[in-house]
């Protein structure tokens, strides 16, 4: 050969698509004349060198090589169905070299336009243990480690025609799946054939039914899947319940043995009963009363999800009938269970949660956009519909598909692209599973493997590239449906557009609504006609918003909340051009708003008193620190033309930081102690921008040219400890100094009247919420002066004031006002409350005393003292009390101690081995969950709680922005597992450390 011609040949082999060249070329010169037609067709398998290199090993193990090679080069569709298969599948390859004559399976011309029957399967592979296909109870005749091994070996010549008509003629994945799924159905009644010749004549005193489940029952199994089954025993005329139980047990136990293990012939698959009542704490086999008992009182949502698919495929076929007929009526009945949408969901997020991270990206069932999604919907919208239609009754998930296409409740073009999607994604896990005849699921990510599945999917030009868009696209597509499927049709059902059709009746959606979530489904769809009818451009807009917008109301705790909400604030900005483009353009904007609306009363009340804050969702939600926030205060204020108006346009910006920092919580995971500085900070700006303008409002009102006396404001409580919640009213003291020439009394009725008129002025009913801001614990409380000056308070502390007073100093921060006089203070009261050298035993006494008193008189009535947030047991309360006692009897000798913030004074007792460590850590944690939960009842409820909600659906929203993903119980049950481990461990602190 000349060398031009070595490079032709060369160029050819590579577009062919072998890879080791010179391994091909002397494997095609071993073939002699006959290597010219079987090349071409190597060209147009998975993997020409494997093909060729099994094509080879096994001409070497029949009888006849050249009679063999000649028959493949001269039968065209033979070559084809033989070098796919060892083209594609290592497994099948080894599998023909083991039993070289099984190739002639191959030849035959009607292999590829003919599916074997169900029952001729049966029949072929009972005979292959040597039982008798007519016998009501066919049992096993060959002995039993060759009737084992014979069904091994059929098993797979079976499997081999099958995958040649797959990879050689293009089947439908349907059809594929559907065959797998008799064939396992053959393979269960042979097995069971097998276990009664094991038990011997004893195996008749029982009636067994084999009822397959998930893909098998379905009819769409994998090439390698564990197969799902439950069994059903009914005992023989005259035997006892307890034999019967037995031998039926015995049956089973055997049959799944026979199938699963492996033996010198290899390995079948898996049989799976773990979806039997009582998963593996449950008897192996029941009879039908025993599943009807268990299904009506103890089932949940996702045993009758799974009794969808289920379906009778061995053993006594009455029975089995029987088994179908009497749990059909439940299945459809689950829609209207309590807590039905919680528990799908949960189930899907469960799936979701138990997903290796490593193979999240690359999982072709479970992940994101995989073959779980398609199923999940498809079995939901079942559920919800099915109970009214029984056309759409269908196991498998395509057939399902397509009747819920046919009758409407899926559009054509989506049920089309999610049809097309899904098949796509079950043919590439077919190819993945054929290779090696391995249960997996997930996407090689090396080159060969790629490159391989490619090809075998029809890619020639790049596979692995081409393969890897293919699957990308197809997996967007199926995240995309979902919402289409869902909601794409209840708009439809309400705008009654020309063109867009009514897939739904108004029963069906509200149906659909319900099943989603929805408590007031009537009340949604007005809200959908509203916001979808009629041929503007925001109703055009709304209606591709709406369907992801719906979705995500429904994956939050108040739907109507969340939709309601959306609606009001849509109709107060319809006018407005940038806020569906923003919704529309911006996801993440729509996404929060939609979490925002559906979860929290109190962020929706201020969005719907100013909706521009919607801009705010696309920004940080970070909270912004105190200085910055002031200046904007300021700037603002100084251009308004009154007191009263400076004052509202501070409560204005105070409102949209009040939302960034709700959101923050709600949407971007703001920690807790975030939270209360940056509501600190808000609370210091707010006051010192009010002080500023009151302070010059009242001086030219009484006319000073300025005022007469410096001012400051003293945070108090949980304000001066930085850790204020949402519905925290600002506990602060005034005090005063007069300034050189000012008389006392003229200094001391200007800094009331200040006072008084900051207080009113943030107080005032308005659009904006009010900051209460309550100087009850200032000298005297309520009896005493509103504001003091500095040599006041001197005097007071040191004639007066009690170890209560002092301990409330342990809180104090002077944070707004003149900075001198600030400091002053501080320096006045440091003394007080950390005493150099502590406070006495009957100091201690009294703080117990008063601790006890508070435990016993301010708990209100009724309230359960062991979910009561700031009073219960290990509790805000508990945990401040115990951390102030240390603070007062060791924080003089001790700086690192002298704090206002608790979390930073349990830290320093822990360093300072006043705490041992962990019980310092049990403190902080019960702290922080308190406090989490406190802030998150405020957001739910819109107003302040000091409890643990009582009401499921706000208990479930607490638990949702604390985190906790919906189960049975839509999250709460764990939520309040932990609130009760953490507080109980917290009170034992308490209990030894401030009881002592």
């Known amino acids: ?546 369907p992801v917008m719906l979705e995500w109301f429904a994956d939050a705790p108040d739907p109507d909340a969340g939709l309601f909400g959306f609606r009001r604030i849509s109709e107060a900005l319809g006018a407005s051009h940038w806020y569906l483009r923003l919704l529309r353009d911006e996801g993440e904007v729509a996404e929060r708003m939609a979490r925002l609306l559906a979860t929290s009363r109190f962020a929706t009340d201020l969005l719907e008193r100013e909706p521009q804050g919607v801009r705010l969702l696309g920004e940080s939600l970070h909270p912004l620190g105190s200085d910055a926030v002031t200046a904007e205060m300021l700037a603002t204020a100084h251009r308004q033309s009154s007191a009263v108006e400076s004052v509202r346009a501070i409560r204005a910006i105070r409102r949209r930081e009040l939302l960034r920092i709700a959101a923050g919580e709600l949407v971007a995971e703001t920690d807790v102690v975030a939270v209360g500085a940056g509501l600190s900070s808000l609370t210091d700006a707010t006051l010192e921008a009010t002080l500023a303008v009151v302070m010059e409002a009242v001086a030219a009102s009484q006319g000073f040219d300025g005022p007469p006396t410096r001012m400051a404001i003293v945070a108090m409580g949980r304000y001066g400890g930085f850790e204020l919640s949402y519905g925290s009213d600002a506990d602060v003291m005034f005090v005063h100094d007069p300034l050189p020439g000012a008389s006392t009394q003229q200094a001391s009725s200007y800094a009331q009247a200040v006072a008084l008129e900051v207080r009113r002025l943030l107080a005032m009913p308005g659009s904006d919420p009010a900051l209460d801001v309550d100087a009850d614990l200032r000298p005297e409380g309520r009896q005493g002066p509103l504001v003091r000056t500095l040599d006041s308070y001197a005097a007071y502390y040191a004639k007066w004031s009690q170890v209560w007073e002092f301990q409330a100093l342990l809180r104090a921060d002077a944070v707004v006002g003149d900075r001198g006089l600030r400091e002053q203070f501080v320096a006045l009261i440091n003394p007080l409350r950390f005493p150099a050298e502590g406070i006495t035993d009957d100091d201690v006494f009294e703080v117990r005393r008063l601790k006890a008193r508070v435990d016993t008189e301010r708990l209100p009535r009724g309230a359960d003292p062991y979910t009561h947030l700031k009073l219960g047991r290990g509790g805000l309360a508990d945990v401040e009390w115990t951390v102030q006692l240390l603070q007062l009897q060791h924080a003089g000798r001790h700086p690192i101690l002298q704090t206002s913030r608790t979390l930073d004074a349990l830290r320093a007792a822990a360093e300072l081995e006043l705490l041992p460590a962990d019980d310092a850590q049990a403190l902080i944690l019960a702290w922080r969950l308190v406090s989490r939960i406190r802030n998150a009842v405020t957001l739910v409820r819109g107003r302040p709680g000091d409890a643990v909600p009582s009401d499921s659906r706000e208990r479930a929203a607490v638990a949702a922005i604390l985190g906790y993903g919906p189960g049975e119980s839509g999250g709460t049950g764990d939520m309040l597992n932990d609130y009760l481990r953490t507080t109980r461990r917290a009170r034992s602190v308490v209990d030894r450390v401030f009881w002592g």
């Open 1 to 546: 050969m000349s060398p031009t011609d070595r490079r032709t040949a060369r160029t050819e082999l590579i577009r062919l698509g072998f890879r080791d060249l010179d391994a091909t070329r002397a494997g095609l010169e071993s073939l002699g004349g006959h290597a010219a037609p079987i090349t071409a067709i190597l060209g147009r398998t998975a993997d020409p060198d494997a093909a060729l290199a099994g094509l080879l090993e096994l001409s070497d193990r029949v009888e006849d090589r050249d009679a063999f090679l000649a028959e493949v080069a001269e039968d065209e569709g033979t070559a084809m169905r033989l070098l796919c298969v060892l083209g594609a599948s290592a497994a099948l390859t080894g599998h023909l070299h083991r039993h070289p004559h099984h190739w002639r399976e191959l030849t035959d011309p009607w292999l590829g336009s003919t599916r074997p029957a169900a029952y001729w399967l049966r029949e072929d592979l009972l005979v292959a243990v040597g039982a008798d296909p007519a016998a009501p109870e066919p049992v096993a005749t060959l002995p039993d480690g060759d009737a084992v091994d014979a069904l091994r070996v059929e098993y797979r010549r079976l499997l081999l025609r099958l995958a040649a008509r797959d990879l050689a003629h293009h089947m439908g994945v349907d059809d594929v799946a559907a065959e797998l799924s008799d064939l396992a159905a053959a393979t269960l009644e042979a097995a069971l054939a097998i276990a009664r010749a094991r038990i011997g004549p004893d195996a008749h005193v029982v009636r067994l039914a084999v009822i397959a489940m998930g893909k098998c029952g379905g009819h769409e199994l994998n090439y390698v899947s564990d197969v799902d089954v439950v069994f059903v025993h009914e005992p023989a005329p005259g035997v006892a319940d307890d034999v019967a139980a037995r031998v039926a047990t015995q049956l089973a136990s055997h049959l799944m043995r026979i199938c699963s293990e492996p033996t010198a012939a290899g390995t079948i698959w898996p049989v799976d009963a773990n979806l039997r009542p009582e998963g593996t704490q449950g008897p192996l086999t029941r009879t039908l009363a025993s599943h009807r008992a268990y299904y009506e009182r103890w089932a949940k949502t996702w045993e009758f999800q799974a009794l969808l698919k289920a379906r009778p495929v061995a053993g006594d076929r009455a029975l089995g009938d029987a088994y179908r007929k009497m749990v059909e009526p439940m299945i459809w009945a689950a829609v209207g269970r309590d807590g039905f949408v919680e528990d799908v969901q949960a189930m899907r997020r469960r799936v979701l949660a138990h997903l290796p991270a490593q193979e999240a990206e690359r999982q072709l069932k479970l992940g994101s956009g995989g073959l779980r999604d398609v199923e999940f919907a498809v079995q939901l919208l079942q559920m919800v519909h099915g109970r009214a239609d029984e056309s759409i009754r269908d196991g498998a998930t395509l057939s399902a598909l397509a009747h819920l296409t046919r009758a409407g409740y899926v559009g054509r073009d989506d049920g089309a692209a999610l049809h097309t999607a899904y098949a796509f994604l079950r043919r590439l896990e077919h190819r993945i599973q054929l290779f090696q005849l391995r249960r997996t699921h997930v996407v090689p990510d090396d080159d060969d493997a790629l490159r391989r599945l490619g090809r075998s999917l029809g890619h020639r030009r790049d596979p692995a590239v081409e393969l890897e868009k293919e699957w990308r696209d197809h997996r967007a597509l199926v995240r995309r449906m979902h919402e289409k499927l869902f909601y794409r049709p209840l708009l439809s059902a309400v705008s009654r557009l020309p063109g867009e059709g009514i897939v739904l009746s108004p029963e069906a959606a509200k149906a659909r609504l319900a099943a989603l979530g929805y408590a007031d489904p009537a009340a949604a769809m007005r809200h959908l006609a509203a916001l979808t009818s009629g041929v503007r451009r925001s109703a055009a807009i709304q209606r591709t918003l709406l």
